[in-house]
């Protein structure tokens, strides 16, 4: 069965440092991934996806996912932190079941610091 | 961009009572809409999907007859909590795409609290 494992429920970085948030998928087909940014008392916000074209994907807010077949990861990185960072992320791949539906991982809370 | 709203926001209801919760697609037409709840601190756990025109398809676990969803138009869907209890307060976020590989749009999600 297609999942996707969040690695750490928590990550904490300062303002301006790296953030990285793991996400490994199982899949026995080529995956389409997603990562997903929730506020509180929100709904969810696309941030990128992969869906087999270019391993390395762009998404909004200076983010970025790199899929690695061979580590069947698809890890979320931005290279500095702003306070705005701080939120939920959700890693998702979509699976078909009879029909397209999209499972989320555990989820990841960043916490920023200043 | 395309817009979902969800319906109310916040809700609390007494236990015993029926809840209902509206998902609209404002700016699209929704062809597939998905129920979720999530509990606090916790991942979104996929309750339903419903398709314009047709009964919804639960996922394993999830009471039929507690959590009614109707997709009666393209651009609506309502999950009714049924005799609501208080281990029935949850967050619950609905979503919507257009067509099979169109991306998902989420709504703001409602909290629900049974006293």
């Known amino acids: 069965a297609q999942s996707v494992t969040q690695l750490g429920s928590h990550v904490s970085v300062s303002e301006g440092a790296l953030v990285l948030l793991r996400c490994n998928y199982s899949?026995?087909?080529?995956?389409?991934l997603f990562w997903y940014v929730q506020y509180p008392n929100q709904g969810l916000q696309l941030l990128l996806k992969?869906?087999?074209?270019?391993?390395l994907v762009k998404g909004i807010n200076g983010f970025e996912a790199e899929f690695k077949k061979s580590e069947t990861s698809f890890h979320l990185t931005k290279p500095s932190a702003h306070m705005s960072d701080a939120a939920e992320y959700f890693c998702?791949?979509?699976?078909?079941?009879?029909?397209?539906?999209?499972?989320f991982g555990a989820g990841t809370r960043l916490f920023v610091k200043a | 961009g395309a817009v979902v709203s969800q319906h109310p926001s916040r809700v609390i209801c007494k236990s015993g009572t029926s809840v209902k919760i509206e998902c609209r697609s404002l700016?699209?037409?929704?062809?597939?809409m998905f129920w979720y709840r999530q509990f606090p601190k916790q991942s979104l756990m996929l309750m339903a999907t419903?398709?314009?025109?047709?009964?919804?398809?639960?996922e394993q676990g999830v009471e039929k007859d507690k959590f009614l969803i109707n997709h009666a138009s393209l651009t609506l869907s309502t999950l009714t909590v049924t005799s609501a209890h208080p281990e029935d307060s949850s967050f619950y976020i609905c979503?919507?795409?257009?067509?099979?590989?169109?991306?998902?749009?989420f709504g703001n999600g409602t909290r629900l609290t049974v006293t």
């Open positions: 979503s919507a795409r257009e067509g099979m590989d169109s991306p998902l749009h």
């Open positions: 899949s026995s087909v080529p995956p389409y």
């Open positions: 992969y869906t087999s074209a270019a391993t």
């Open positions: 998702a791949v979509r699976v078909n079941t009879g029909g397209f539906k999209t499972i």
């Open positions: 700016d699209f037409q929704a062809t597939t």
């Open positions: 419903s398709n314009e025109g047709s009964k919804a398809t639960y």
